[in-house]
């Protein structure tokens, strides 16, 4: 026979949450998002839920749950987070960190690498119409916003460049398809009216390759350490020539 300081604690223990505990999972899923350090994705929960959980219906019902709170649970980068309420965001206003500025450089390369995606330096600048500093991109990749890609499967295998999930996650955005396209830069002021008829803005080719077959992303570790040393190589060749220029 088990002593009474056992069998009380045995009472006290929660069993858990069956398959069908519809309130129960909620709150699985309401602490799961309130600990993580970031941002997760809906197989991330799932593996943590009892089997046969319905993890989709869970957050549909949290999310109409938060949509009236102070804070929202959101989808950003195809992953859940909470995050305050946007008619509320001036209460952090003091507490906010004032943040260095881009370059008007950066900026204009931030976009070529978001609508153009895996771009390599040579087309960046191509685009722009001027070589491409060892700073702007290395302020770009320090921000987190951009990253190295991989590698064109074309002769010299160049690197080529991206976004990553704190971009998206920065500027608010559920997939790189969300950026905004010609009518919506025209509409928002960021176009000249004046722009030349057969003028365009890109439809941002998102996380994948170029869609001809000569990209590549998955490299070896060893690989990705040769792409980044190339990076400032290169970069530092560019910076070199633009000053003898």
């Known amino acids: 026979m088990a002593p009474e300081g056992e069998e009380a ?17 909620l709150r699985m899923i309401e602490a799961l998002l309130f600990a993580a350090a970031e941002p997760l994705d809906i197989d991330s929960i799932a593996a943590r839920l009892p089997e046969g959980a319905d993890v989709g219906a869970l957050i549909e019902d ?4 938060y949509a009236p709170r102070g ?24 507490e ?12 204009e390369t931030l976009a070529i690498i978001a609508y153009h995606q895996p771009v390599t330096r040579a087309e960046i600048e191509e685009i722009r119409g001027v070589s491409v500093s ?51 830069l025209r509409a928002a002021g960021l176009l000249e009216a004046n722009l030349p008829p057969d003028f365009d803005v890109p439809t941002p080719s998102g996380e994948g390759g170029d869609g001809d077959g000569d990209f590549s992303e998955d490299e070896p570790e060893e690989e990705y350490g040769q792409a980044l040393d190339e990076h400032l ?10 000053k003898a220029g």
Do not use: C
């Not at 604690?9 to 999972?25: I, K, L, M, W, Y």
């Not at 976004?163 to 500027?171: A, L, R, S, V």
């Not at 190589?233 to 633009?242: I, K, L, M």
């Open 62 to 65: 949290l999310q109409k749950m």
């Open 233 to 242: 190589e290169s970069a530092g060749e560019a910076e070199a020539a633009a």
């Open 134 to 184: 060892k700073g702007t991109l290395d302020v770009l990749m320090e921000t987190g916003w951009v990253r190295l890609r991989g590698r064109r499967k074309v002769p010299g295998r160049p690197v080529t460049y991206g976004t990553t999930e704190e971009f998206m996650i920065h500027f608010g955005l559920e997939n790189i398809g969300d950026l905004p396209g010609h009518e919506e």
């Open 71 to 94: 804070v929202n649970l959101i989808r950003l980068a195809n992953k859940w987070m909470f995050r305050t309420a946007d008619d509320l965001t001036f209460l952090m206003e003091r």
């Open 9 to 25: 604690a045995e009472d006290n223990v929660t069993p858990f949450p069956t398959g069908d505990d519809h309130a129960a999972q």
């Open 96 to 107: 906010a960190i004032q943040q260095r500025k881009l370059s008007r450089a950066a900026m």
